[in-house]
């Protein structure tokens, strides 16, 4: 993958495929591009650079916003506290930032690092943490390749911050957490400090290059009067899973995070099956009538809807939408025993075992 | 008054009066003073020293523990994070610490600096910020002379550490209250750097000597066999509030906070009468059955068991406990407009405005 350019029209695309594979979290990202937007508008494009590019001794930092995607959609970022985030790590460590990296390249913080690239001149690496949208701070490939999330450095829209330092990176999820919390529900954080050369093996390559693509596809397809779901299978070699209308909807704020589950009547070739999409912010488990678990995480389950074809967000799923779930395969690290055990469905409470697209398995 | 040396025993009059002055909350000073000795025994005497001898140019911080006392007591702290945290304010600041400060002259903070100081060999200055307890941070006459409690570092015992930089002292107490709370009920804290020259005028002086006199008078009486309370008012400008026995006590957790409300059937002069107590961690104010408020915070309300002669914190209230109760004029500063926004009955919720020791004013 080489470097390329990311004009502000460019954001539309990147945004629309964070979307996508936020599996319907990490907030929408409409706030991260308005913010984006502006600031490609006032300091310039912004370089996206692949990892092989950046020099081993370069210091890299994943950018990005905590809190609740509630919180998020209400309340615009000052856009300065990300800036504020960077400075402050800076100080702590008395080494200045070469090079950005994007935590998740899912829901709002797909598009927030584009601003921080712009307001300060960095690169921003073609890569990211999740390869889609996680709830928790600590499920990053950095954490599986030894990385330490702390210091770790926050900034409110107030001039508040916090730094923490951490004996693991679960340690930091809860404190970091708590802190976004009281600072009124989000923050913008700057963390995972990491040289070039843990960078090039820790983060997962390519997938600002893959949400852009993912995008433009999305675009492309509607322009031209047709569903994207194939194109889209086509091109992130996904599966379409179910197609239906929503006909039930179960909602609950457990610990900061959107829990819920959606129970779906499938249509089309689905037609006479139900079907239930458990979410905690973002869409974890899908089952069919039978119990059976048909998709899983840490493999993603995408939801457009099914009349438009533009993503869809679980705060968006309501009675009576139609939607198209499409399931894609998890980065092979998430599929490792150290991967599961950090975001499998033993983390988030379910008692299956992963079942990797395409497999079966029933529900626990 | 002059500097003094402190050594392993007068930590137990130096204990006896921080429980004293601490008007039942402020945690039981003997964990700081059992850390205290062994640091004592360790790195030797402690030197207290006047705020007139130190330099103006001198970096000063008042050293703390933060949390419930409930958990304190638990929790014996494991010493290192003191000096984490005071290291880890060295480190923000870029600026080494000459001299330490004592937050709080009441409870468990009373002592916890003396293992501070025996441990780095840097001089206590004899003064405090409270002049007795108060439950929350910004509570120090360091906020009425506009020093900032952030940059402020806190350290648990288990290696996390937290930086917080805060737009005003209200909004430190919040973040790391937070943080205290999720590093397992109780922190170590350094915060408040101020010069010598600040330190001069917003410290409030001599209570280091004070609740060592304190301590030392009720050792003294309760080997002479007298009860010390008549002696303590006259060394301090007390007086004897009421004598009676616990008949009913109510106790709830809010916040973090353990309030309640403690009944005492008068005897002695008192007897016929009934009287209640209010606590939120301190003993915060005294009515009796007509209504009329008999003492308020900011100034102290100290209990003495009756018997005994020892101070009571609200831990200890009980039923059928004989108590004598005394009131202390708190320090000047506390009386002011200024004083009583940040710790008057106003703060903790009570309806009547401050009554000075030996005024009355019916209950609101």
Redesign the interface.
Known sequence: MSSFTVTPDDLDAIALGGAFLGTGGGGDPYIGKVMAKEALATYGNVEVVDADEIDDDTLCVPVAMMGAPTVMIEKLPAGGEALEALR?LESVLGRKVGALICAEAGGLNSTIPFAVAAATGLPLIDGDGMGRAFPELQMVSFTLHGVKASPIVLADD??????????DNH?TE??AR??A???GGAALIATYPMDGRVMKTAMLRGTISLIKRVGEIIAAERRAMRHPGPALCEACGGQRLIRGRIVDIERRTVGGFARGKATIRGSDEDAGQVFAVEFQNEMLVLTDDAGTVRASTPDLICALDADVGLPVTTEQLRFGLAVELIGLPADPQWRTPEGLALVGPGYFGYGHDFVPLGGTAAAG
Chains 1, 2 share one sequence.
Request: proline fraction near 0%; glycine fraction near 16%; charge should be positive.
């Open positions: 402050g107030k001039g508040n911050t916090a730094v923490f330092g951490t004996i340690w809860r404190l708590s802190a919390v009281d600072m």
